[in-house]
């Protein structure tokens, strides 16, 4: 369920961006001890035109200055309410570590937002993520018995 949308400035290779991918949803599995299966990731580019630093766009602002220091990767993240306060911290820093890695960047420039929801106000194929979870969990245990 977690999902992590990244949004970059426009221009990075297919191969960096497919690293991204695959490094945010890696650093996600290991931190939320989950299977790789249950996250999506992707990446929205960002028309230089259209990104804005400091009242500017981000073409004109390149021309003088180098990518590194122009871009700042936003992440948001959308994952369930309810996990321990260190698992949301450890989750920002392995996402803005994994990004920057990636980028080659400093990681002081990636910005992460966590977005917490509520089981009942998050539906998977028209079911309510309450119910469903419910249902997942119950059949577990029968699973076992």
């Known amino acids: 369920m977690p999902v992590a949308h990244i949004h970059l400035l426009k221009g990075h290779s297919r191969v960096v961006l497919r690293t991204i991918i695959a490094k945010v949803t890696e650093a996600m599995s290991r931190v ?4 790789k299966e249950r996250f ?3 990446v929205t580019e960002i028309d230089p035109e259209l990104w804005g630093i400091e009242g500017r766009p981000a073409s004109e602002a390149l021309t003088a200055q180098d ?3 122009v871009e700042m990767p936003f992440v948001e993240m959308v994952l369930m309410e309810g996990r321990p306060l260190a698992q949301y911290h450890a989750v920002i820093e ?3 570590a994994a990004i920057a890695e990636a980028l ?3 990681r002081s420039r990636v910005r ?6 509520q089981p009942d106000y998050w539906g ?7 119910i469903l979870r419910a249902d997942e969990i ?4 029968r699973a076992t018995a």
Request: aromatic share 6%; proline share 6%; no cysteine.
């Open 104 to 106: 080659q960047s400093d």
């Open 138 to 141: 119950a059949a577990r245990l």
């Open 94 to 96: 392995e996402v803005s």
């Open 112 to 117: 992460v937002h966590l977005v917490q929801a």
């Open 40 to 42: 999506m990731v992707w």
């Open 67 to 69: 990518r590194n220091s």
């Open 32 to 35: 939320l001890n989950a299977p």
């Open 124 to 130: 998977i194929g028209g079911v309510p993520y309450s």
